[in-house]
């Protein structure tokens, strides 16, 4: 009676005399219930058994003991409306971990949890982050977009005017050409993978083409480069050629539905679906059109790796094909043995993800792991593969293949082929060590 | 020089003896480079009429007067970095509107501000919320989920228990049966679309298939109902027939990457697609498998409609087709005449959009907008089209079919066939029109 003299006092919706919990009341009841059996049911064990099979096995939940109890949340009211959610807690809801200089105000990473994420978009909170030197304030009402160089007419474009343009969405992941380059060192880390490889993630941008707004300006098509800046204080400038720019790259204004927040970098970011996360400029400001390329150091210095011949490969803008197990990951514990579904994520630079396929023993078997669909062009794909432990050591990796012919190569074939001065591109396979405890460790063999 | 010396002090990563701005010099530079004439390069001509040509007409933008100044930006190191992200502002930045009773803690609804979003997620901090008693704080180690009633085995689950369960993604909406529900009055509301259409929104939603729990448990296939109910103090409790809960219905755990939020059911919460929003049980907490319905007060006095001819309507779960122009809105003020983009949602709880025509004199003509890819199942769908506004009056309108062969009424339709007595499920064609100041207003005709 307490309970329903709480709920009429406390929520006036309640026009019933009763309780206005019939669901608890019959589920305490319930559990008195003679248990009435469907094993006699052909139509209910065929589909049971069909789905079982999908599973190969399943997971012994507990008991029911005894009814359902009442619940502190049904005696009191819940938390009030907000302009804006917010995560659960900071203190067991995924965040980002951040890697920086601090004698460098903003010059560093944070990376995405990918290790504690499921599906393939990821929230605009978690997206990923590498500032030269921090997140500039950038105010609307003052920032222009200009078009200039070897133009027929110099444009500039105030934020109202960019909005009048078409736009369209895509779904792409970004990766830093950096993402994953701790695997390059001879010891393997023991991060959790989005602590490792979590400078990539993936949204639904939405923008204007930048093949529209060169139109209006008029390009010199024989001037091959577009060299692109933004208003933040490291000055990143890079240079582009101009055939991907009027392929498939956009002035995104929205990132997952809203327009692009400050560390992504509002209020207009460039996107180059596939290629390296540098050439992305956020909160850009200057395009100009050249017949050369800057040759900046972030042309130069930066994102270029040094071969084995002890040679420089640089502009290498398209990002490998890539897969890797989210779930486990390294550090995790396995608590019983029994079934656990296998998770990762597969993405591709060139085109889509055609195949992934998953070994639990070290590669002397593989299986083709589900595919979440529908799969897109240039953007994180998630994959799947029912598995059961048996308790004993095992090891687990994946390896994808994309539209284009590729295919992710081991760690050998890699340092074979780039030898081991490489700072950017790793892709590797990755492999994850499980011991008889259960304890997951990275392994590089 | 200063702000060469500037850089070099706060920015350690800049190795090189010159600015580190070499592309602001060039642009200043450029602006007086003599401009190159594209005009004999037919390639070139001929690619930029094709793209005009599906622009229908272009923005003018401004002619760049001087080169690129230096921005204040450039001049300070920005923000530093953060563990979870947030948008730019609460004052301009897109935020819910809440429409709640404050004498009842957390009853009410708050709005996703649709006419403010693009593409097609919504991003989890603007997901709508329809809540009868305020959002519950769960304790994850204590919180289970139980299936009981007519089963051969009640169960009992732990969050760390279900989370071993096999998992699948899905990009899907949820609307509120309410939604739109103003329009069932005489006179339009003027609020913009978010605020009168936005009890929807659409998140790629990952969980474990309920009928793998169900098959675990081994329901009485005579059994045709399942009825759930939720940890929040309001006693919501609703009867879904077991069809459509064995064919598509998840306990999500993930919303667009990350784990469901409180306020939108943490830690689980049923998903069933297309279906009105009230039976999407947020904060799960009991599924009981039953011969008959509740018949609780959200299965009889909520969510039911008085018909015209007295009689009323309960168990109307699906949701219906239905669009709408987002871009513009009503309260909007077109500044120029010239190019605009049109864009919207579509939207139905059976199949697919399949498609969306746009009528910019007030149906006389219908134009089919262009559906951006992919079409997904029960999931919204953004509509665009490139638009040139003559400065003279208009009526703007868009009307949706789908693939189960349902087009979207238009008002008199629906009113003709569902009377005056609907609370729920309004789904008519949305006007809005344009003065020749450019004031967008929401009409009925």
Not at 208 to 228: N, Q, R, T, Y
Request: glycine content about 8%; aromatic content about 8%.
């Amino acid at each position: 009676m307490k309970l329903t003299s709480n709920r009429t006092r406390e929520n006036s919706a309640n026009t019933e005399g009763r309780s206005i919990h019939p669901a608890t009341d019959e589920a305490a009841e319930s559990s008195n219930v003679p248990v009435e059996s469907a094993a006699d049911d052909r139509r209910h064990f065929i589909k049971r058994a069909a789905r079982l099979a999908t599973l190969g096995t399943t997971v012994a939940a507990a008991p029911l003991a005894r009814g359902n109890t009442i619940p502190d949340s049904w005696q009191t009211p819940g938390a009030d409306f907000s302009n804006y959610g917010q995560p659960r807690s900071a203190i067991d809801s995924p965040i980002r971990w951040v890697s920086a200089d601090r004698s460098v105000p903003g010059d560093g990473v944070s990376w995405t949890p990918l290790h504690a994420l499921e599906g393939t978009i990821t929230p605009n909170g978690l997206h990923f982050e590498r500032h030269h030197n921090g997140v500039p304030f950038v105010d609307p009402a003052r920032w222009q977009l200009t078009i200039h160089g070897k133009v027929d007419r110099a444009l500039a474009f105030s934020l109202d005017t960019l909005h009048r343009y078409p736009m369209v969405s895509r779904t792409t992941f970004i990766e830093c050409g950096g993402n994953s380059n701790s695997l390059w060192h001879p010891n393997p880390s023991q991060a959790p993978s989005g602590y490792v490889h979590g400078l990539v993630s993936c949204s639904e941008w939405t923008g204007v083409p930048l093949s529209i707004l060169l139109d209006e300006a008029g390009i010199d098509i024989k001037a091959g480069w577009l060299i692109a800046d933004g208003y933040d204080a490291s000055g990143v400038a890079v240079s582009l050629p101009m055939k991907k720019i009027l392929d498939d790259t956009l002035i995104a204004l929205y990132q997952n539905g809203e327009p692009v927040r400050p560390e992504n970098g509002y209020p207009a970011r460039l996107l180059v679906p596939g290629w390296e996360g540098i050439v992305n400029i956020k909160w850009l400001r200057s395009l100009r059109v050249s017949d050369k390329p800057l040759m900046s150091r972030f042309d130069t210095v930066s994102y270029t790796d040094l071969q084995k011949d002890g040679s420089f490969e640089r502009f290498s803008f398209e990002m490998g094909i890539k897969s890797l197990i989210t779930s486990p990951t390294a550090g995790d514990k396995l608590s019983q043995r029994g079934f656990h579904q296998i998770s990762g994520l597969a993405w591709t630079g060139n085109g889509k993800v055609s195949r992934v396929e998953v070994s639990v023993d070290n590669g002397a078997s593989w299986t083709d792991a589900q595919l979440q669909q529908p799969v897109l062009d240039k953007s994180l794909t998630r994959f799947r593969l029912p598995w059961s432990w048996d308790g004993s050591p095992v090891k687990l990796k994946s390896r994808a293949y994309d539209s284009s012919g590729q295919s992710q190569p081991d760690r050998d074939s890699l340092l074979t082929e780039r030898g081991t001065n490489m700072y950017y591109h790793y892709n590797a396979v990755v492999i994850f060590s499980i011991n008889s405890d259960g304890l997951v460790r990275h392994a590089y063999s």
